[in-house]
């Protein structure tokens, strides 16, 4: 499981610096575009949309039942609307610490550092 080292956001997007191995300096940066939404919670806190699926691996597209699915039963979320959807997406990133759930339209880029 990856530690978050750093979570930017602003006008370009959304970055993440993650960190696998301390000693060998594995991190990678994944970038978001034209994001509609992050949040960032301690793991405990959704454990609700995890299966035991989600022990194999560290990032995730997020299909159905996610925080997607739920911010689309709110009346004023637009996004959710088929009139305003532009084909956004969730994806989870679980870390050693908390995780962090983004809604884009594009899949992100991921670059060794």
Known sequence: MPFIDDIHYSGDGLKIIVRFNPDRGES????????KGFRVLEEDDINEFFEPTHSIGW?????????????KIRKSFLTGYDEYYNGEKEYLMMSASFCVNIISRFKPEIIQL
């Open 59 to 71: 990032f995730f597209e997020v299909k159905d039942e996610g925080w997607f699915s739920l911010e």
């Open 28 to 35: 990678y940066k994944i970038s978001f575009a034209d994001v």
